[in-house]
Structures are given as C-alpha cells and as structure tokens.
C-alpha cells in the first residue's frame, strides 16, 4: 500500500506506554526467582533476568514516573533501564510465564 503509514515500533519504549495489568506486575511479584530458573536464556549464560526486568520497571515508574509527569530528561525504559542485550537475549519460550506463581507476564 503507497502512502500507509509503517508502525515500526513493538512494545513499550516509556512506561507510560505499559497497560495497567503491565504496571501492577512489579507490584504483585513474589520475588521467588522462579522465572529466573526456568529460563533457558539465564541459565546459558545470557544478560536477561525475567525477575529483574519487572524489577526494573517498577522501581523506574516510581522513581521517575509518578515524579515526572511530561517526562522530560527521564531515563529511556529501553536502552537506560533495561538494556537492549537484555531484552534480545529473550526468546519468547514462554517458560517465566508458565512458572510464575502470581501470574505475571512477563513476555507481552
């Protein structure tokens, strides 16, 4: 099609951009860790937490989210507070997900 316009992004890149459901995640986690051992990236060797990734998305909405609202000169949700390494390392296997004893979902 001439003319459409290409949606090029996928995800969130600030977390303004998280549903609610997304937000609550790192409220409602157990830290149990079990997220972390069952992931098959993790356990090869790769720079991806699962557990750490709802951490840092909590603590980063409310260190700099609810204090700044028109989010100038915030740290970027991709590239500052979680890196790019981490969320490549990720390969969609669905394994955080299908452990996880309060139901987050991590992939989405």
């Given at each position: 099609?001439?003319?459409?316009?290409?949606?090029?992004?996928?995800?969130?890149?600030?977390?303004?951009?998280?549903?609610?459901?997304?937000?609550?995640?790192?409220?409602?986690?157990?830290?149990?860790?079990?997220?972390?051992?069952?992931?098959?990236a993790?356990a090869?060797?790769?720079?991806?937490q699962?557990?750490?990734?709802?951490?840092?998305?909590?603590?980063?909405?409310?260190?700099?989210?609810?204090?700044?609202?028109?989010?100038?000169?915030?740290?970027?949700?991709?590239?500052?507070?979680?890196?790019?390494?981490?969320?490549?390392?990720?390969?969609?296997?669905?394994?955080?997900?299908?452990c996880?004893?309060?139901?987050?979902e991590?992939?989405?």
């Amino acid at each position: 099609m001439v003319g459409a316009k290409e949606d090029l992004t996928a995800g969130a890149s600030r977390w303004q951009e998280l549903t609610w459901k997304q937000l609550l995640s790192g409220f409602s986690c157990a830290e149990c860790g079990r997220c972390d051992r069952s992931c098959p990236a993790t356990a090869s060797g790769y720079a991806i937490q699962p557990q750490q990734i709802i951490q840092k998305i909590k603590t980063h909405m409310v260190q700099v989210g609810l204090k700044a609202t028109n989010g100038n000169g915030a740290p970027k949700l991709v590239g500052d507070v979680i890196s790019e390494k981490e969320l490549w390392a990720c390969t969609t296997c669905l394994a955080c997900m299908n452990c996880c004893a309060v139901w987050n979902e991590q992939v989405p």
